[in-house]
């Protein structure tokens, strides 16, 4: 949807272009191919993320994804921000402008309406996922692993807020006949961007080392082994971010001395089907018997955010 929407906007960016000679429309055609490849890579990411393991990978290729999305937020700096930045000093230094008010709003408007569809579909998508944890928007897009989806959403909020921008830069400098305020609008949408592909690049790099689960998913699985009747403390658990929506459990775990090698294997079948169970995205659980003391389980671990 949002790679359908940008291809739409700059088809229409550069139709305006070409009709009113502008070649501010024409440079902004330019930006909107460059999201588009931004979404490409996405796309990209969500077909080699879901890669079946094998055995050169073991664990899968769900890193993959946060690679290729790591490479779509540089390209948004580079391809957004950047440009956009440098296209407002330009502006205000030249003082020119070439184009059509009109043909500036028609397309201001058509790319508004596609945009809105976008970022629409997305908004329904992190509104689900919301509700499926029980949390709200702003915290499932700060913890998901889901990187696509938080790439697509931010981006597309972050060009309706530029279309209002540029929007009302365009209208201050018709009004005064001063092209400081389309410039100043374009410096605007790409700090903008900036600040987007800053969150994005953070967010991509630390599931690239290996980000843990949510604090209050971790406290659960914590819950979830020390409830085994065998099991005495969980003193350590371990979590890590495998992909989107997939996930590493390891544990190293005090078993009742008393019980025998075969309740102790099946305690384990016990516990990986509990996890399963309560959260669909566990892929492996490894536990490792080991020495520890009653009740001291490692408990508010994982991501405090």
Known sequence: MAGCANLAIAAAKLVAGLLSGSAAMLSEAAHSVADTVTEVFLFVAL?????DPDEQHPFGYGKESFVWAFIAALFTFVGGACFSIYHGVTTIISGEHSGQFLVSYVVLAVSFAAEGISWLKAQRQVTGESRRWNISR????????DTTVKAVYFEDSAALIGLILAAAGIAGSQLTGDELWDGLASIAIGLLLLVVATVLARTNV???????VPRRMHDQIADDLAGIPVVTAVPT????QLGPGAILVAAKVDFDDDVSGAEIEEASDEAERRLRARYAGIRYVFLDPTRGRAGRDHRDGGVDI
């Open 138 to 145: 702003r915290r499932f897009l700060r913890l998901t692993s």
């Open 206 to 212: 630390s599931l690239l080392v290996g980000r843990a």
């Open 47 to 51: 077909r080699r993320g879901s890669k």
């Open 237 to 240: 658990l371990l979590t890590m």
